[in-house]
């Protein structure tokens, strides 16, 4: 589909989330706030094709399965207060920034999405896969990450203590961590890390390489 050029915005009065899965190439602002607002965009063309719903503490935002959109506007701009869970899919772009708590968190990206932000957190997990990149900033208490395909995670600026890091394919991923680093790099991958952790379990197969620096 072809975007008409007129978008409207609708907004959608969900509350009582944590979560959220935003695919099918959608540009979000997702905020840090005391309130609860979801404000989606698209060109007017696509409005029958959009889906946004809200099942338990899921917040879902993306088109019909096997529609894509093409010279679109498509934005979501969500405000919540506590961010637990963040699926990105099929070349979205997420911003996520002012999250400070101890809660734990879980990052899936996927098929060339991109997410970049500033948080503090509990224990991050993280899957980037297909070509996609991470790229935050802050703190958080333990990292466990997979980065596959030719996918990049740029964690130098997340300071955490313990990690257990995994990258395979032409991955690559940046760590800072200052207590005990396990690592894996298999294929053409490469794990670095700064912070002066201890090393524990160093696995390099292939052309991957752990390095410090």
Do not use: C, W
């Amino acid at each position: 589909l072809v975007g008409s050029g007129n978008p409207v915005t609708q907004t959608f009065n969900f509350t009582d989330f944590d979560s959220l899965e935003i695919g099918s190439a959608f540009q979000a602002e997702i905020t840090a706030s005391d309130s609860y607002f979801v404000e989606v965009t698209v060109d007017d063309n696509l409005v029958p094709h959009l889906r946004v719903e809200q099942k338990g503490k899921t917040v879902k935002i993306g088109l019909d399965p096997n529609t894509a959109a093409t010279n679109s506007d498509m934005r979501v701009r969500i405000t919540m207060p506590a961010l637990t869970r963040l699926d990105a899919s099929g070349a979205t772009r997420a911003n996520v920034t002012g999250f400070k708590s101890g809660d734990n968190m879980r990052m899936n990206i996927s098929g060339a999405s991109a997410v970049r932000g500033d948080m503090e957190t509990g224990d991050l997990t993280a899957d980037v896969s297909g070509a996609s990149t991470l790229g935050i900033t802050g703190s958080g208490d333990a990292l466990r990450a997979t980065v596959s395909g030719a996918s990049t995670a740029d964690l130098s600026g997340f300071s955490v203590t313990d990690a257990d890091v995994d990258a395979s394919g032409a991955s690559r991923i940046n760590v800072n961590a200052s207590g005990t680093l396990d690592a894996k790099a298999s294929g053409a991958s490469g794990v670095r890390y700064t912070g002066n952790p201890k090393l524990g379990r160093i696995d390099e197969s292939g052309a991957g390489t752990v390095s410090g620096g």
